[in-house]
């Protein structure tokens, strides 16, 4: 293995520009699968330390399946519970703070309000007072805080901290200081339970439940657990509470499509690589004779062909890791400010697991050595007498052979999938289209070559380069198709990608116009998380409906719940006056019958996402979770809005809200002007209204949807420019195949130059070449992106977002145009080389 190892290395050194070729395909397939899943984690990361502070130890923790707040007489249960030692109840919730409520360059951007009960908590935990005192259940807007957060905001005992809540801002007296927070999470304001139900509008409510045992024994302490569980029944959850579960299945949704555009890369990668090692046995079948003669075992020959591959693979794997975490390190920077001014998440450095090191290795590793197999196998079946003869020049033809017929019965069958309109059916399809023409495509290169070279013949009509570039293909039709199936994949994720976005951009703009039209909004510091967002009592909405040339004022209220199995967002809305100021998008039902409905009885509105996971049409009754026990709603409509396109969310009435969840709290307001209000009256006072309450920004109606259009825009020029790297392995595929194109040739072309050609000839015609070749993998490149575009866009139709495909004329140009410019691009340097070569030595090349 040494001996391989060390003839492999000499080989691959002694022919650097192919070797560093080949190896760069492998550097952009794990580039792009290890940097997109370095995401994900980082995601989960800023979930956790930013909206779950992180808990002390305690034996259990009670929290609701919903989430939502819970009666308190459920902590007297859990007391009643023989084994239990103590038990304490709080309300703890996490508050988004606008960007500078604290003070210019203070980076506190969330706080965790924890409502507790002074003398139970502290028989819970040992609360180390280092400064001043602990809370009394006396205390009114009275709050210990950890000295980290004091040295924060430069506040000590004594001074007052303020705080957003729904009567506005409200200050509290600190009375003492803890230790330094250690662990990950947001800082911690401890204040009396009483003071927290009363600011959050939550009165004899709470949320979490913490308990101790009276045991270390782990079968009777599992006998405990299993006595709370059957007293508190379903609806309760023994453990730690999750957040965000709604936003991270999105990511997770969008984390696959990367990986499968990682895959692609190096499949791309693979063809590559194959074509390359393919080529390579054949130009070294005189160095493999020698081999063999002097007693090299076939066994031999596949280890010095798969050695090389593996120190391609090794070295690729390990460079493309290299700069995926470069990659996810500078789009983590980059999305870092976007996600703390809507999200309100604090991104922390790249998170790297194990799993994905391991993922991507084997990957990398293994695509090289799967595509260096077969010309392995190929070089070890060569036997001595017949390497060392001498070679004669071959020409292949091409006929309709078994390949082809497989081929085309892919491609056949692919047309039955998107026919039947079924999502599993077209998405199988898409495969079958993208082995289906790879099999076809070396019968096709003769007539298609054929087809494009008498376009170039009318370029260089006296040079007769078209000719010979068409020739130099068709007696290699298996290379050119493996180099124009590369070529294909790359161009086909420009065009699936530009069908994709051309239906995004028209379905997504018009619900946001819809979802967004009003005049004013008042937008919390985090859209969509709305469960950290504090809202305002109803008392805001109504001072906003008295300003003279105010017409109409819509609230959105949010409470947290489960249904079928599933986290769900649930906003309340007012039936009768939310039409007036906004619209939600209807995939399913009538508009007016269902918001006349939602007014009448327990009914419910849910968006596309929620009902395609949940498999719920209209008229199925859905059993939601409520902290009142779970009530059954009817399923009215199918409808969303743009704030929630990615969230699964069900829409109820506000009266149903209030009845099942206890919420009142206003967390998203929209108003509209009367007709003929002036606005420069209007907007001042409206100001002046909302700066009572800084959780909230007013913000105009047209503004905020032109910030998104651009936001949406940004968003889709990084996609294509990670299209565009996807797609540059096609561009190594061409040049690789026409370097050793050149480099097979050199006697012929130093006899062509001997018989006249000028360098000039021998330029164009290897530019002609890859020209056909760009061709070639072109129109493959069209037609599977035509069908991977509209898979894409079912996908995201049956996933419930409302996209309609549209034809993408922009993404054909461009695949064209990238097409052809990757051509004119590969054969930039081989036909460099070819032109300069000397004839005298072209003439003695073995």
């Not at 390949?403 to 059916?425: K, N, P, Q, R």
């Not at 008392?539 to 109409?552: N, S």
Request: some cysteine; charged content about 15%.
């Amino acid at each position: 293995m040494n001996l391989q190892l060390t003839l492999a290395a000499r080989y691959l050194w002694g022919r650097k520009l192919r070797t560093f070729l080949t190896t760069l395909a492998i550097v952009f397939g794990a580039l792009v699968i290890f940097g997109m899943n370095v995401l994900l984690p980082t995601m989960v990361q800023a979930f956790q330390a930013n909206m779950l502070a992180a808990s002390g130890q305690v034996d259990v923790t009670i929290t609701h399946e919903s989430g939502e707040a819970f009666s308190r007489t459920v902590l007297n249960q859990v007391r009643a519970v023989e084994g239990v030692r103590a038990a304490s109840g709080s309300l703890r919730r996490t508050l988004n703070v606008p960007d500078g409520f604290f003070g210019r360059g203070v980076r506190i951007t969330a706080i965790a309000l924890a409502g507790i009960e002074p003398r139970s908590a502290q028989t819970m935990r040992n609360y180390a007072v280092q400064e001043g005192r602990f809370l009394r259940p006396s205390d009114d807007l009275a709050t210990v805080i950890a000295t980290s957060l004091a040295d924060g905001l430069g506040l000590q005992v004594g001074d007052r901290l303020p705080l957003p809540t729904t009567e506005g801002v409200v200050s509290f007296k600190i009375v003492g200081l803890l230790p330094a927070r250690t662990l990950p999470g947001n800082e911690e304001v401890l204040v009396t339970l009483y003071e927290v139900q009363k600011l959050l509008d939550l009165p004899k409510r709470i949320n979490t439940i913490e308990a101790n045992l009276d045991t270390l024994d782990a079968a009777r302490r599992a006998a405990i657990l299993a006595a709370i569980e059957t007293r508190l029944g379903e609806d309760y959850n023994l453990g730690a509470l999750s957040s965000g579960g709604e936003l991270l299945a999105s990511l997770r949704m969008g984390q696959q499509v990367f990986n499968l555009f990682g895959f692609l890369a190096l499949c791309m990668g693979g063809f590559i690589i194959f074509n390359t090692f393919r080529t390579v046995v054949a130009e070294r079948r005189h160095d493999i004779g020698m081999l063999r003669a002097v007693g090299a075992s076939r066994r031999t020959i596949v280890g010095l062909i798969l050695a090389e591959g593996l120190l391609q693979g090794a070295l690729g794997t390990l460079f493309g890791m290299a700069l995926g975490y470069l990659m996810g390190t500078a789009i983590t920077t980059l999305m870092a400010p976007m996600l703390g001014q809507f999200l309100h998440l604090q991104l922390g450095a790249p998170v790297v697991s194990p799993a994905l090191v391991v993922v991507t290795i084997v990957l990398g590793v293994g695509v090289t050595l799967l595509a260096g197999l077969l010309p392995a196998l190929s070089a070890s079946r060569v036997t001595p007498l017949e390497a060392l003869r001498p070679a004669t020049a071959q020409v292949f033809q091409r006929t309709l052979g078994i390949g082809a017929l497989a081929g085309t019965v892919f491609i056949v069958l692919a047309a039955a999938g998107l026919a039947s309109g079924s999502l599993g059916l077209t998405a199988l399809g898409g495969l079958l289209v993208l082995i289906g023409l790879v099999l076809v495509a070396p019968a096709l290169v003769k007539p298609i070559a054929s087809v494009f070279s008498g376009l170039i013949a009318l370029a260089f009509a006296r040079d007769g380069t078209g000719a010979l570039a068409r020739g130099n293909l068709t007696r290699q039709p298996s290379r050119a198709a493996i180099t124009a199936s590369a070529t294909m994949i790359g161009l086909a994720i420009i065009v699936a990608v530009g069908g994709m976005a051309a239906s995004l951009s028209g379905g997504f703009l018009t619900i946001m116009q819809r979802s967004l039209g009003s005049d004013y909004l008042l937008m919390p510091p985090a859209v969509g998380v709305w469960a950290s967002d504090v809202g305002a009592r109803p008392e805001l909405a109504g001072r906003l409906r008295a300003v003279p040339g105010v017409e109409a004022v819509s609230t959105m209220r949010f409470a947290a719940a489960t249904a079928e199995g599933k986290p769900v967002s649930l906003l309340g809305i007012d039936p009768a006056v939310f039409p007036q100021v906004a619209a939600l998008n209807f995939q399913a039902g009538e508009a007016r019958t269902a918001y006349a409905t939602l007014a009448e009885g327990r009914a419910l509105i849910a968006n596309g996402p929620f009902a395609a996971q949940a498999g719920l049409k209209v008229g199925d009754v859905v059993r939601l979770s409520t902290p009142r026990g779970r009530q059954s709603y009817r399923l009215v409509a199918i409808a969303g809005d743009y704030l929630n396109a990615k969230i699964l969310t069900a829409y109820i009435s506000q009266a149903n809200l209030r009845a099942d969840f206890d919420k009142t709290e206003d967390v998203f307001i929209q108003v509209n002007l009367a007709p003929g209000a002036d606005p420069q009256l209007v907007e001042p006072k409206l100001e002046a209204i909302v700066a009572d309450y800084p959780q909230f920004k007013l913000v105009s109606g047209q503004a905020f949807y032109e910030q998104n259009r651009q936001l949406y825009e940004v968003a889709f020029a990084f996609f294509y420019v990670l299209v565009g790297v996807l797609a540059f392995p096609s561009l190594i595929a061409l040049l690789n195949t026409l370097a050793i194109g050149v480099i097979e040739r050199t006697r012929e072309i130093g006899t062509l130059r001997a018989v006249g050609a000028t360098r000039r000839q021998v330029r164009r015609m290897v530019l002609s070449e890859a020209l056909l070749l760009a061709a070639v993998g072109t129109a493959f490149g069209l037609l599977a992106g035509l069908y991977l575009g509209y898979v894409m866009v079912l996908g995201l139709s049956v996933g419930g977002f409302p996209v309609t495909y549209s034809f993408p004329l922009a993404g054909l140009l461009a695949a064209i145009a990238v097409g052809l410019l990757f051509g004119v691009l590969a054969a930039l340097l081989p036909a460099r080389q070819a032109a300069r070569m000397d004839i005298v030595r072209a003439l003695r090349y073995e």
